[in-house]
Nanobody, 123 residues
């Protein structure tokens, strides 16, 4: 399985970005995809996750109401629409795939990881 994340960049506070994560290498029918982020000196933290089937979503409290995770099963791609961005959202964002869990919020539950994409929000 390979995960390719894209869409990061520099944006002013209050702006928006959309991250994409394309998955390849197998057919996905269980488990889900998630987004995590990590800023310098901090541990990697959960952002959002979505089931491959059913589409159930879970969000971290810090992004609830501002970020939306979605998927296109036909393209094996997951998106993270980020609105009302804040400087504290600045981090490297990673997409990840887990093969078994529906609502996985822990990094240890994920089996595959993408390379990360930098998001920088200026004040």
């Amino acid at each position: 399985v390979q995960l390719q994340a894209s869409g990061g960049g520099l944006v002013q506070a209050g702006g928006s970005l959309r991250l994409s994560c394309a998955a390849s290498g197998r057919t996905f029918s269980s488990g889900g995809m998630g987004w995590f982020r990590q800023s310098p000196g901090k541990e990697r933290e959960f952002v959002a996750t979505i089931q491959w089937t059913g589409g159930r979503t879970v969000y971290a409290d810090s992004v609830k109401g501002r970020f939306t995770i979605s998927r296109d099963n036909a393209k094996n791609t997951v998106y993270l629409q980020m609105n009302s961005l804040k400087p504290e959202d600045t981090a490297v964002y990673y997409c990840a795939m887990n093969l078994f869990y529906s609502d996985a919020t822990k990094s240890t539950q994920y089996d595959y990881w993408g390379q990360g994409t930098q998001v920088t929000v200026s004040s």
